[in-house]
Every structure is written in structure tokens, then in C-alpha cells.
């Protein structure tokens, strides 16, 4: 394993995310009641309600992640106009991949979808779409130009998002299949009002096992470069 040090990620969310007066206006409770009851449950929860929508997210992570020994790297995971990239480097210099095609629009996509729990009031956008599935989850899904992605979100009775499953694109000699996929978060704190998970497990489901490839926290993060950084 390696330690890994994110330094600096950023999510810009297209305007189409949100329609006409949602684009400036704050977040209301009759968005929250159309939603299926657990995901009531989780944005109330969030602290949402009365928070304007966040067009941008800055923050930095540090974490854990089970990789061949490299000493240093940097990866790029970018989802645009419907298509997904990933190109990754030594050293931040010597490239070692960069992929792309329609397995990584969707799988970029998924890991969007999962880390919305980051910037929590995206999940009110018009492009999503809600299936319940019992009284603790419900079904997402995104829908983007040329490419959607679902997944599962399950929540506590407390309205944590504590599981964030899916089936998600792994490359393995060569070749993509669907594999299942998930997030699992265990540590909520406070920022800018509304409370996001800090902690986090990332784990591939294998015909061999589980295979828990990263563990990561957020260290700060910051909404619509407002300056108003918040530390953990």
C-alpha cells in the first residue's frame, strides 16, 4: 500500500444541471418532499434546505490506496459533455494511461454520481431521476448526453448515506467488464452548514473477495469559491 496525498480536485457543474430559477435560488423543503422518503430523510439530514446550489466544489483528500509500488503519481478523472477520461502519471510527469471510450463515460459518470454526497444539494438536480427500493434505499440515476449511470444509495435511520453501490466499468488485461462497485462512508461533519461524509472506504466486489483499494478523508473543502475554506 501506498499513501496517497490529493491535492487539489475540482467539480464544475454544468448549468443544465439545474433549471431556470434553481440555477440562483436556494433549495426549498417541496424540492426535498418530491424525492422518495429515505432520500428525505438524507438531505434533511444534509442540511440542504435553504442552501444555495453549489456550481463548484474545491477540496483535498488524503488517503490510503492499495496500488503496484509507484512512488508518486497523478490522476486526472474528468467527466464532460457526456464523456469520461481518465489519464494517470508518474511522478506527475511520465504519463502511464489515458483512457477513454464508452466504458469510461460510464464509469466516470458513477463515481460523479457517488461523490455528490460532497456537494449535496446537486442531488436536487433535474438530470436525476429516483426509484425507491425499500424503506433505506432508493435507486439513482443520471441521465448526460450519450451515457447514464445508476447506482444504489442506502441511508441510515439517522438519514446518513452510509453505502453507495454500483456496477462499474474495471479494466482488467486489456478488457472491461461491470463489476460491482462501492462507497462506504463512516465519519459526517459539518461544512458551510450542511454535513458530508469525511471518511470514506472504496472497494471492488471480486469473484475472489473484496478488494478495498483506497481509504481516503477530506482534509478541506470549499463551495463556489466563495474563500471560506473549512479544515478537518
Do not use: C
Amino acid at each position: 500500500m501506498i499513501d496517497l496525498l490529493l491535492e487539489h480536485i475540482t467539480f464544475r457543474h454544468r448549468p443544465r444541471l439545474y433549471s431556470g430559477a434553481e440555477k440562483e435560488a436556494k433549495s426549498t423543503d417541496a424540492q426535498v418532499m418530491r424525492l422518495p422518503e429515505p432520500m428525505q430523510r438524507y438531505l434533511r439530514y444534509a442540511g440542504v434546505v435553504g442552501k444555495e446550489p453549489i456550481h463548484m466544489v474545491h477540496l483535498r483528500q488524503r488517503g490510503v490506496m492499495r496500488l503496484s509500488p509507484l512512488v508518486w503519481f497523478s490522476a486526472t478523472d474528468r467527466f464532460s459533455e457526456g464523456h469520461g477520461t481518465m489519464s494517470i502519471k508518474l511522478l506527475s510527469l511520465i504519463p502511464l494511461g489515458n483512457e477513454r471510450g464508452p466504458e469510461m463515460d460510464q464509469s466516470t459518470l458513477v463515481r460523479y454520481l457517488g461523490e455528490i454526497a460532497w456537494f449535496p444539494t446537486a442531488w436536487l438536480s433535474d438530470a436525476i431521476e429516483w426509484e425507491t427500493i425499500d424503506a433505506d434505499s432508493v435507486k439513482v440515476t443520471i441521465h448526460e448526453p450519450h451515457v447514464s449511470a445508476a447506482a444504489v444509495l442506502s441511508v441510515n435511520e439517522q438519514g446518513q448515506p452510509i453505502l453507495f453501490t454500483a456496477d462499474r466499468y474495471m479494466e482488467e488485461h486489456g478488457r472491461y467488464r461491470l463489476t460491482p462497485w462501492s462507497v462506504r462512508s463512516n465519519e459526517f461533519r459539518e461544512v458551510g452548514g450542511m454535513r458530508i461524509p469525511t471518511n470514506f472506504e472504496v472497494t471492488w466486489h471480486l469473484d475472489s473477495g473484496d478488494f478495498t483499494w483506497l481509504r481516503g478523508e477530506i482534509t478541506e473543502i470549499e463551495y463556489n469559491q466563495s474563500g471560506n475554506v473549512t479544515k478537518f
